[in-house]
């Protein structure tokens, strides 16, 4: 059967987002622990482009299937499995990106969905938190997934939770959403 294609996320409530994100069917990837079979040859770049033998691949069909099979292992690595292999694949920064931002409520109140280059919608909470991370070209926001998969927050992404931020009248630069803050700084 084929994999439906993300919905629209300009047309979505942060509730509908939310709604979407809880009913998100995924393999159970941690349960399943084959033999490790050796590398997919696969690399994730920091820009989110999936490259298979150093070319990208250009289905994003074909991306969303591997992201639903990919998993951090306790060593920090990352690899895709199925009931019967496990292939090591090699990430740049983070497995996905956080490419668009959807904000309801205020202060308090709000609530922050974000959809993913993969088409997967997240909403941040304390389930999945957003953490900063200061390096020498700036900062690099974080998004949790799931089980130890994040998101980088692409850079117009990090301007709108920036701009959020100011907005506010909180003690320390952050943001709101389902309840938890989340400060800007590290």
């Known amino acids: 059967m084929p994999m439906a ?44 482009t999936w490259y298979h033998q150093g070319s990208p691949i250009g289905r994003p069909a074909m991306v969303r299937a591997f992201s639903r099979i990919l998993r951090r292992e306790p060593d920090g690595g990352y690899v895709l499995v199925t009931p019967v292999e496990k292939l090591d694949i090699a990430v740049d920064d983070a497995p996905f990106v956080a490419v668009e931002m959807k904000a309801e409520g205020e202060g308090r109140d709000a609530t922050l969905a974000f959809r993913l280059n993969t088409g997967e919608l997240v909403t941040a909470s304390a389930a999945h938190p957003l953490r900063f991370i200061e390096h020498d ?26 701009e959020c931020a100011l907005a506010g009248d909180d003690a320390v630069p952050g943001v709101w959403s389902a309840g938890t803050f989340f400060a800007l700084q590290p």
Do not use: K
Request: hydrophobic share 35%; charged share 25%.
């Open 5 to 48: 294609p993300p919905p629209d996320f300009d047309t979505l409530t942060v509730a509908d987002i939310a709604r979407l994100s809880d009913t998100g069917q995924l393999p159970p990837v941690e349960l399943w622990n084959p033999a490790h079979c050796g590398d997919s040859e696969m690399r994730i770049a920091r820009d989110g």
């Open 137 to 162: 070209d700036g900062p690099h926001p974080y998004l949790h997934v799931r089980g130890g998969l994040e998101a980088l927050v692409g850079r117009s992404v990090y301007y709108e939770l920036a």
